[in-house]
């Protein structure tokens, strides 16, 4: 019987991924990824050759899970994604539970994940932190209004830039008066966090032509936490 390792993999800085993390992406035949050109990118950064590769991505994981099962019967698995955690706003989560209750061995390394980043660079508090992923295109109001149950907790969320004024708009309507973090490009060259009162971040995206590259929003409400 095989183990599935779950294996975390850079964010954007490619040398931001763990001894532990290349010695079982050396050491595994089978590695189960969303995208094959994005893993091979970093499998040749890291010399990392003659590995077989199965797909494993969204929406198609069930029909994929029965294969994979099947290698783990016999040999090792390790599992990517395009970036960052695997099972964190991506393929991961039902690809364990299966192993869970098939008895196969699951062993997760630990690593990069934007949230996990972006909260700590935030400056917002980190005692209480709820992570809700990418909010629906639709119906993105009552997917926030569901949140204000969460009392004095910080929320994260991973938002597309084109839409993130609008979403940060969306956020004031729901919430009031909120603290507000954009942590734009973790890990890259136009690394940034945008801080402030809502209005203040609002600002300061209106001025820029567009908003590139990827984004986590945080944000927690004033009454919770005045002293930003
Ligand atoms: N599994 C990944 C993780 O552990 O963070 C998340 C994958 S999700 C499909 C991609 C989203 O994560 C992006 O749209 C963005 O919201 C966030 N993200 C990933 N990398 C980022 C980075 N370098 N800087 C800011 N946000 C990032």
């Known amino acids: 019987m095989g183990k599935l390792y779950v294996v975390p993999t850079p964010i954007g800085n490619l040398r931001d991924i763990t001894l532990r993390a290349l010695e079982v992406l050396k050491e595994v ?12 990118i970093l499998l040749n950064h890291y010399d990392i050759r003659n590995k077989k590769l199965i797909s494993y ?18 040999k090792d698995v390790a599992l990517v994604s395009d970036a960052g955690t695997p099972g964190i706003s991506d393929p991961g989560f039902r690809l364990v539970r299966t192993c869970i209750r098939e008895g196969i061995e699951v062993e997760v390394l630990p690593g990069p994940s934007a949230v996990i980043t972006a909260l700590v660079g935030s400056g917002l508090p980190t005692d209480r932190f709820v992570f809700a992923g990418f909010p629906p295109k639709k119906g993105k109001r009552g997917f926030f209004e569901e949140l204000l149950s969460c009392e004095s907790a910080t929320f994260v969320i991973y938002e597309s830039p084109k839409r993130l004024v609008k979403t940060l708009q969306l956020i004031g309507e729901v919430f009031g008066d909120v603290w507000v973090c ?16 809502l209005s203040e971040v609002i600002e300061e995206l209106e001025k820029r032509k567009n908003i590139k590259g990827e984004v986590v929003v945080l944000f927690r409400e004033k009454k919770f936490y005045t002293a930003y």
Not at 29 to 40: F, G, H, Q
Not at 57 to 74: A, C, D, G, H
Not at 182 to 197: C, F, N, P, Q, S
């Open 182 to 197: 954009v942590a734009r490009e973790l890990t890259k060259i136009h690394e940034e966090y945008i801080r402030g009162d």
């Open 29 to 40: 035949e089978y590695i189960a990824c969303e995208d094959t050109r994005r893993v091979k």
């Open 57 to 74: 991505y969204e929406p198609r994981e069930e029909k994929q899970i029965p294969r994979i099962i099947s290698v783990l019967r016999e």
